[in-house]
């Protein structure tokens, strides 16, 4: 295959600096004038004509008078100019000027009437204008027209060198032409070393970059690319910069769109938009489409025909006809992204259009501390972070979140007045990014922050007084800003785990629990404090029975269905109302037993509770290697205790 960069005229262009993205709209050259110079030029001259040239060109007006006014008026001498022939009498006054014409009868064989006339100073005249001219006439009424044809096709003509988007009224608007943005193969700017934690995603990626490059040896044993890939995965994960690392890699133009841009209020304009995207395509051939959030215009369509969305529908059929109609061998591939696959018409999902679904998930531990070290690179960074230890803080986090924490710690490090970022810094970036900033002015009481403190001791003692339970890594009472006004945080200690046993599910019901059981057990009294956790206890314990089959009553038996896995997972009951209440009756017992399982435990380390609490009261933050470490003192303690008194008893 030839060099890819000789493929496109306008590469060849002596003028290709006209196509500059920043002197136009990215693909045709910035006119020299404002469309609307036109508009205001034009608006401009019909006021002049109208306003100096029409008014002296304006029929007169010609009002019927008796012959008792004109004779009154004459003997005022307020009679100006007159006409006389047989019958009728036409005259000015003086009082009203020339514009006014005023036409009465004359009376047969009045000998002195002329007489009359003069001795009043009356003007005779041999015609007193009361029209204009046919031809002023014509002008008069045809020369507006004639001006705004003149301009509109000066405009159309200024409209039709701007390229795709200009033309008329529809043109200047945008409906019915792709806004799609171009990117030349010069400028994405984009490879695969920029994109991190997503080595499967890339590698599978990498088999469109190579037939762009290499099309023969595919050719040859009678493979094809993919006419259409899917990039499917949760928000921040990086579908968009590995569509643009896809064009990077393979030096072709890209064209990026979302699919909320097709969406338009007439019908058949959201189609043309995706006529006029594949043409310009096609015109730039081989390159890449890229179509971002396309579940807004490929959702699935109704069957009932009730509701439906035509517009939406009639772009959808459009867009599946396009991809059955380009020749995949030119080199035109479409990468497309969306949250909710599930939600996509199964006609755009068939082989032949979308043959590709490209998975683009969570990073794990490596693909976090792979993330993190890419978006430090452009930030002065300490020498001694560990991002091992970052990463292992922050399981489930997207690369977004991980490029937000890095910035965070940049701006403390910043406001602190550092020059470089330390291991300090990046540890709070995680706080702030998952619960918030400090919220200064949110002061507690001494007995909330007594409660709040014993609410967070109590979830942690119930994780370390447990088996299977995630280490404890961090206490605090400072409130945030996400409306926390403390947390315990527990990280797993190899920073990954997918598979959870049914004993650790129940674990971590009581961990839940365990703030709460600390409040009933001190102050004999709850609070508004467990909100959250009684909310995240209930669904662990609901998807035990319903998603997971541990529970011998139901068994294996799905009970509720889960869709948008990638944007909260909603859950769907699938089951009948008895069974409904069945399940109802097992959660509220699981997390019972639990809540009595935390109880236990603090009622039975009371002395370990009071102690930690005081220190954690005190100090407002502690570390899970400070919580441990007080635990464990505390138990050599109870031990020597024990063992003194018994030592006392016997002597």
């Known amino acids: 295959m030839a060099n890819l960069g000789n493929i496109f005229d306008y590469q060849n262009d002596p003028n290709k600096s006209k196509y500059d993205g920043s002197k ?259 015109e730039k051939a081989p390159c890449i489409i890229f179509i971002d959030e396309i579940d807004a215009i490929g959702k699935k369509r109704n069957s009932n025909g009730m509701g439906g969305n035509d517009e939406r529908e009639q772009t959808l059929n459009q867009l599946l006809t396009e991809m059955d109609g380009f020749d995949g061998s030119k080199g035109i591939i479409i990468l497309a992204a969306t949250n909710q696959p599930d939600s996509l018409d199964p006609a755009l999902l068939r082989p032949g259009r979308f043959d590709r679904r490209v998975p683009v998930e969570l990073p794990d531990m490596q693909g976090r501390v792979e993330i993190l070290k890419v978006h430090a690179k452009d930030v002065k960074m300490a020498g001694n972070i560990n991002f091992d230890s970052i990463a292992k803080a922050c399981p489930g986090a997207s690369g977004a979140e991980l490029a937000n924490m890095i910035n965070e710690a940049a701006l403390r490090a910043v406001k602190a007045g550092r020059e470089r970022v330390n291991q300090q810094d990046l540890e709070e970036s995680i706080e702030v990014v998952m619960a918030g900033y400090k919220k200064k002015n949110n002061v507690l009481t001494n007995k909330e922050k007594l409660i709040v403190a014993y609410h967070e001791v109590g979830h942690a003692m119930v994780a370390a007084m447990q088996n299977n339970s995630a280490p404890v890594h961090k206490i605090t009472i400072i409130p945030r800003t996400s409306g926390a006004l403390g947390y315990t945080m527990q990280v797993e200690e190899d920073g990954n785990h997918y598979l959870m046993s049914k004993e650790e599910l129940e674990n971590k019901i009581a961990t839940l629990t365990g703030g709460r059981a600390a409040e009933e057990l001190i102050f004999k009294s709850i609070t508004t404090g467990a909100s959250n956790d009684i909310e995240q206890a209930t669904k662990i314990a609901r998807a035990m029975f319903t998603q997971y089959g541990m529970s011998e009553d139901f068994d294996m038996v799905a009970l509720q269905t889960q869709n948008n896995a990638y944007l909260g997972g909603d859950m769907s009951i699938a089951c009948s109302e008895e069974t409904q209440k069945n399940v109802d009756d097992a959660v509220i017992a699981l997390v019972k037993e639990q809540h009595r399982k935390a109880y236990k435990i603090l009622e039975e380390n009371l002395m370990k509770l009071h102690e930690i609490v005081k220190y954690l009261y005190e100090k407002e933050t502690i570390t899970g290697e400070e919580f441990m470490s007080i635990l464990n003192s505390k138990e050599n303690a109870i031990e020597e205790q024990a063992k003194n008194a018994a030592s006392d008893s016997t002597v």
């Open 24 to 282: 136009g709209n990215g693909r045709f050259p910035k006119p020299n004038k404002p469309i609307m110079i036109y508009y205001i030029v034009a608006l401009l001259l019909l006021l002049l004509i109208n306003t100096m040239i029409f008014p002296y060109l304006k029929e007169k007006s010609i009002i019927s008078t008796s012959y008792s006014e004109f004779l009154t008026e004459l003997d005022k001498s307020n009679v100006n100019q007159v006409e006389l022939d047989d019958t009728t009498i036409t005259y000015t006054l003086k009082s009203t000027g020339e514009d006014t014409v005023y036409k009465t009868g004359r009376i047969n064989n009045y000998f002195g009437e002329v007489d009359r006339m003069y001795k009043a100073g009356a003007n005779f005249t041999e015609e007193i204008p009361t029209s204009v001219s046919p031809i002023w006439l014509i002008l008069y009424n045809l020369l507006p027209f004639i001006l705004l044809m003149w301009f509109g096709s000066r405009l159309s003509r200024r409209i039709s060198q701007m390229g795709p988007g200009g033309g008329g009224f529809m043109g200047m608007s945008g409906i019915g032409k792709s806004n799609a943005k171009v990117y030349d193969k010069d400028k994405t700017g984009v490879k695969f070393k920029d994109v991190a934690g997503e080595e499967e995603a890339k590698e599978l990626l990498a088999e469109i970059v190579d037939f762009l490059h290499n099309p023969k040896k595919y050719n040859d044993i009678g493979a094809k690319i993919p006419k259409g890939t899917l990039l499917v995965g949760p928000p921040g994960t990086g579908k968009t910069l590995l569509a643009k690392a896809v064009a990077g890699e393979a030096d072709v133009p890209f064209f990026s769109i979302s699919g909320s841009e097709f969406v338009e209020l007439y019908v058949g304009m959201g189609a043309a938009k995706v006529r006029d995207l594949f043409k310009q395509a096609q």
